[in-house]
């Protein structure tokens, strides 16, 4: 048997990196997938190919920027499986590199805000009340070792993650009452699109690994057992926790 057998988890940014290895092994494990992402083509890939191999998968192309994508995500997974017991809130943006915080424009700063911030209030309004109606669920926020310390260059991207880290603990805080377990999930440096795979093996990376603990970026696949972790019952008396998966980024 698998961890998530009759589960019905919605997880966003699936179409890359931490968000794809996530929705592969929750479907692996036994969950039915809604998966929540921009990237029309790959999703639809995405969803046949996990089809193909017997696993349960739902493709519904969403923008968490705009709340009433956030909202149809969650429906559609209510519609097609009558529940929704876990939600990954795993879509995010960065930086794309260094920038002086003074000299960022509003466009920049609200889009980071949107995607990575707002993006997971409105996951999360639409599948609480779902949450509460059938008696409890799980819910996993991805947040970063930024927001828990400084992130060189991107002032913008550690406030959104510390507002992300704050917010699942008041979560957890205010629903565990009704059965709702709420974490959050903050990696560190991580071997995908976003966080800087395809740096490995330059001179800027060496010089970063080099004062990390386990000289190494994480795998994508190592993130998503974290998530799964928090997300299933293995997890059952962890809520308002945030762990950290960071190869000893944090420490160094």
């Not at 969650?74 to 920038?99: M, Q, T, W």
């Not at 603990?169 to 205010?174: D, S, T, V, W």
Request: proline share 2%.
């Amino acid at each position: 048997m698998g961890k998530l057998d009759g589960k019905v988890a919605v997880i966003t940014g699936t179409t890359s990196g931490m968000g794809a290895a996530a929705a592969w092994l929750f479907a692996k494990e036994g969950a039915k997938v809604v998966m929540g992402a921009r990237r029309f083509e790959r999703g639809e890939k995405m969803e046949a190919e996990m089809r193909a191999q017997g696993l349960e998968a739902l493709w519904v192309t969403t923008d968490v920027r705009k709340p009433e994508d956030c909202f149809n995500l969650v429906e559609k997974a209510v519609e097609a499986y009558e529940k929704v017991d876990i939600l990954v809130n795993n879509a995010g943006i960065n930086g794309e590199g260094s920038y002086a915080f003074h000299e960022s424009t509003d466009v920049f700063r609200d889009n980071i805000f949107k995607t990575d911030l707002y993006g997971i209030f409105d996951c999360c309004k639409a599948a609480i009340p779902h949450m509460i109606k059938q008696g409890g669920g799980s819910i996993v926020n991805v947040a970063s070792v930024a927001g828990i310390t400084a992130c060189p260059g991107d002032v913008l991207y550690s406030t959104v993650k510390g507002a992300v880290k704050q917010f699942s603990i008041g979560l957890a805080y205010n629903y565990g009452a009704h059965g709702i377990r709420v974490n959050c999930l903050c990696p560190g440096l991580t071997n995908t699109e976003m966080g800087g795979g395809d740096l490995e093996g330059s001179e800027f990376a060496d010089n970063i690994l080099a004062t990390l603990p386990l000289h190494r970026f994480g795998k994508a696949e190592e993130q998503a057992r974290a998530m799964l972790y928090l997300a299933s019952d293995d997890a059952s008396f962890c809520t308002g926790t945030v762990l950290v998966s960071d190869g000893g980024e944090i420490i160094s």
